[in-house]
């Protein structure tokens, strides 16, 4: 799943986010953590029935509404986080929502979930390795005390040039 935020990070990067999400938390029991898009119609609710996580989320889109077994961590600053973006090219818009389902000294697991905005079903994520490895060409040179490293993904491309000592050769 960690591959997955790669993709959505080069998508956000490509095609932008119009949203962003509000945190509100209640503490009735069960404790409810409630997500709601300040653009658009979209809203999530994750439940928590034992304490460290929350147990469902149930995501609603103007009248439709689907409840899911994901999890979400329950520490605050881990909130889920809700996006409506056009992900896949097909010019509708979809609800990009990230979980984090784990963290701990040098650890932090993420999944990435992608739902039609017209059914709430559930789209399949590109392989993100595979994505990048067909989209992305990328060099290092090392020569004359100089390291160079390139990049280039579609027609932009990033060129950048290090003293040896510096690049840690």
């Known amino acids: 799943m960690a ?11 490509v095609f932008g986010f119009k949203s962003v999400a509000e945190v509100t938390i209640g503490e009735a029991e069960p404790r409810v953590l409630e997500l709601t898009i300040t653009e658009g ?4 609710t994750a439940t928590q029935l034992d304490k ?11 009248a439709l ?14 909130s889920p986080a809700v996006h409506i973006a ?6 509708r818009e979809e ?11 040098g650890v932090h697991i993420e999944e990435l979930h992608v739902l039609s905005l017209e059914d709430l079903t559930e789209l399949e994520a590109e392989d993100p390795v595979r994505y990048v490895n067909s ?3 990328s060099s290092v040179t090392a020569a004359d005390g100089k390291v160079r490293v390139s990049a280039e993904y579609d027609s932009q491309k990033v060129e950048l040039s290090y003293e040896k000592s510096d690049a840690g050769y």
Do not use: C, E
């Not at 996580?53 to 609603?60: H, L, N, Q, W, Y």
């Not at 509404?65 to 881990?78: E, K, L, M």
């Open 3 to 13: 591959k997955m935020v790669l993709v959505l990070m080069a998508l956000i990067g």
């Open 41 to 44: 119609d979209v809203s999530v």
């Open 52 to 62: 460290g996580s929350f147990d469902t989320i149930t995501v609603k889109a103007g």
């Open 65 to 78: 509404s689907r409840t899911f077994d994901w999890q979400n961590v329950d520490n605050p600053a881990y």
């Open 86 to 91: 056009d992900v896949n090219g097909d010019n």
């Open 95 to 105: 609800a990009v929502i990230l979980l984090t389902t784990g963290t701990g000294t």
């Open 135 to 137: 989209h992305v060409t």
